[in-house]
């Protein structure tokens, strides 16, 4: 049955704010809250230089996340390809002029800011796979030749971003561009033969494409105790802290491993472990419970729309922020290997925030216009 056009394109600016799931926002910022809370503690007790900043970078993009969630969804639907594409020139311009940073070329100096495209790009891939697969049907993309398109649109920025070098980010795009494949329809036989593809690739990409830190961070990951004081030395020392946590952790503003400076970048990627030791197993777990409502309500609200754009987009984005606290909570504790990615919401960080944010904004917009028509889309049954 078609879906027939809906009255919520012509619903005021009140009507929309109205409309927007006000229980996702106060989740969202219960969340940002713990990470202000946690970079006042990184300070020994101080809003700056990492708490007022971060603070001023949730109302920004709080903004920019009501703005989006209220603007016309037919308008991310009509220009995905264009912010695809402008998204993707910034990691050209990056490329030829950006701003190096800890031994990589990752970072566009805008002045008030330090942005970094590969976190944009993030977003702009799952809007474009969204937009190419929603008139998708079941016949087209069960063709290889058909997917040679979308696949080019996932593996032109991974080949950019592994160059800053960046692999936890490239390699994040591309399980998210998985992920919005699957939800697409694609068949299992596509995921099987690329399975194989990339395990027939480890050799040569190990040799011709990893640079000597990120093997060494690999053969850390198996046996961290092997260098204590080198390349083992940050998950070595994250797990002393998240250890002497215990259950309720030694109180805010009383951890030890980092507030002695043993623990490093403890305002960015090991965030969760200061947590950890401050408020134990209980803090922890009771991050990862804010960030399971909020897993829940975008998957609700993606499930809830009746649009396959609108399917596809919000699960796309709320699978790539699951990957993004899945990988830095894992990484923390030695499950996987140390990529430098930041807990969302809680970590330092502009470029992750506002990306995030807009991600959020992009969920919320599908909220918003959940039932509305968007013209022909063969998965909605119009043809």
Known sequence: MAIMPSRQLDLTLGQKLWQVNWGLVFLITVTASVGFGMLYSAASGEFAPWATRQMMRFGVGLVLMIIVAVSNIHFWLRYAYIIYIASFSSLIFVELFGSVGMGAQRWIDLGFMSLQPSEVMKSAVILALARYFYA??????????YLMFPLMLVAAPMAMIIRQPDLGTA????????????????????????????????????????????????????????????????????????????????????????????????HTDFIFTMLAEEFGMMGGLTLIGLYALLLIYGFAISLRCRHHFGRLLGMGIMTMFFLNFFVNVAMVMGLLPVVGMPLPLVSYGGSAMLTLMFGFGLLLNVYVHRDVYLGPGAADGNV
């Open 136 to 145: 998708s049907r079941m016949e087209d993309v069960e063709r290889f030749t």
């Open 171 to 266: 390699l994040l795009l591309a399980v998210s561009g998985v992920a919005v494949f699957f939800l697409a329809g694609v068949r299992l036989w596509v995921f099987v033969a690329a399975g194989i593809a990339a395990i027939g690739a480890i050799v040569p990409v190990w040799h011709l494409v990893l640079l000597d830190y990120q093997k060494a961070r690999l053969l850390t990951y198996l046996r961290p105790e092997q260098d204590p004081l080198g390349s083992g030395y940050h998950v070595m020392q994250s797990k002393i802290a998240l250890g002497s946590g215990g259950i309720f952790g030694k109180g805010f503003l009383a951890g030890s491993q980092s507030h002695l400076s043993f623990l490093p970048e403890k």
